[in-house]
């Protein structure tokens, strides 16, 4: 009897022990490893000698009438988001990757179904104030309570507590990842401030924040302006060095995206992204581009990637065979859309990680063709063509 009960004293600590290993970081990555290393300089798409100075003007669309980016109510100001930091913050040249703003380091449990995050004891609101694990705590009361619905779906039964001044404990009702990581992306708010003003409610102010940049003046609807925090806390970090160089950013409203591309190419405003090709083909004309004013430039794209792509409602009887959806495929032809409709500007996706690490370079090998079931004989385009009136797709619309 002794040595059984010894026996199951010894099996439940082994159990114990092993459900309660304990890990250390200070980065993560949804997939695979953080590519910077533990106190890396900056990261590899910044100069961290930058001038800084200047002021550059940007557009945005719409209007806007407050400052709330999480009123459930009103349309917030450009950049809104922007003016919290958070935990930690992501890289433009990985895909799901956080490295410490706020917070310094995080010890976590291996399943993830706890976390204690260290928070840096330099890091200050604009007010001089410390951010502290109450603030965090705060914050994720504040989401809980006025936030938007989907957020109590997610962490309910979730808690956030402060163990510490400068520590925050969060213990997962459903132990993940990926719903670690989403908190670590939640603004911090500051307590003294936001226990007077509800979450859901518009702001006609600028609330106390802690980002690079502040709102210093605005005029509601039209215009805003944003200004470099000289003596912002986080400036030197990693995360930061080389970025946030403008003085000051401004945002002037248009109406129209049409109104805003005449207002660029008057020289109203100092850069526009074009995501439309045959704007991009066609529309970057006149004696301001020809005389040099407004410059073209066009770059490769080498960030991660969306994806778009047909997707098949397999509700639907014509859609649940796959032959069809595999004619389908075979029936889309991309490269006269391309050259027809966008002017060759886009090429063919062939990963769901474009443009990342984890994007397939070969064909399948060995291990990917097996037994998984991806490597089972396909019909020939003949036997798919039978499949096409049922999709409304002719036969006269393929090319031979």
Request: no cysteine.
């Amino acid at each position: 009897m002794i040595v059984r009960i010894l026996l199951l004293f010894i099996a439940l600590f082994t159990f114990g022990a092993q459900a309660q290993a304990i890990k250390e970081s200070y980065a993560f990555a949804v997939l695979g490893e953080p590519r910077y290393a533990f106190n890396f300089n900056h990261f590899d798409y910044v100069n961290p000698a930058a001038p800084k100075g200047g002021q550059i003007t940007l557009s945005a669309l719409g209007t806007f009438d407050n400052f709330n980016r999480y009123a459930l109510r009103g349309n917030p100001g450009a950049r809104t988001e922007q003016l919290y930091d958070t935990l930690f913050t992501t890289s433009d040249d990985e895909p799901g990757s956080y490295y410490p703003l706020i917070a310094e380091s995080a010890r976590y449990a291996d399943d993830y179904s706890w976390v204690e995050v260290a928070i840096n004891p330099r890091a200050r609101f604009h007010d001089g104030s410390p951010i502290t694990a109450r603030d965090v705590e705060f914050t994720f009361q504040k989401f809980m309570t006025e936030g938007v619905p989907q957020f109590r779906l997610v962490y309910k039964g979730t808690t956030v507590k402060a163990i510490a001044p400068l520590t925050v404990r969060i213990e997962l009702a459903k132990p993940g990842k990926e719903d670690m990581l989403s908190l670590f992306s939640l603004p911090v708010f500051p307590e003294k401030y936001w226990k007077d003003h509800k979450l859901s409610d518009p702001l006609a102010t600028p609330p106390l924040a802690s980002g690079p940049y502040r709102i210093t003046s605005w005029k509601m609807g039209q215009n805003i302006v944003y200004s470099r925090v000289k003596d912002y806390w986080a400036a030197n970090l990693p995360v930061n060095r080389g970025r946030w160089n403008f003085d000051t950013i401004r945002y002037d409203y248009y109406l129209d995206d049409n109104v805003a591309f005449e207002a660029f190419k008057a020289g109203a405003f100092d850069l526009r992204m074009e995501n439309d090709a045959k704007n991009w083909a066609t529309r970057y004309t006149g004696k301001n581009f020809d005389k040099k004013y407004i410059i073209k430039d066009e770059q490769k794209n080498e960030s991660a990637q969306d994806t778009r792509w047909l997707a098949f409602n397999i509700q639907r009887p014509v859609f649940s065979d796959r032959r069809v959806r595999e004619a389908i495929t075979l029936a889309f032809d991309f490269e006269w859309m391309n050259k027809a409709l966008f002017y060759n500007a886009w090429s063919r996706t062939n990963s769901y990680f474009q443009n990342t690490e984890y994007a397939a370079r070969n064909y399948p090998d060995a291990a990917e063709t097996g037994a998984s079931g991806t490597n089972e004989k396909r019909s020939t385009a003949r036997s798919l063509h039978a499949n096409l009136p049922a999709a409304g797709i002719q036969r006269r619309w393929l090319r031979s």
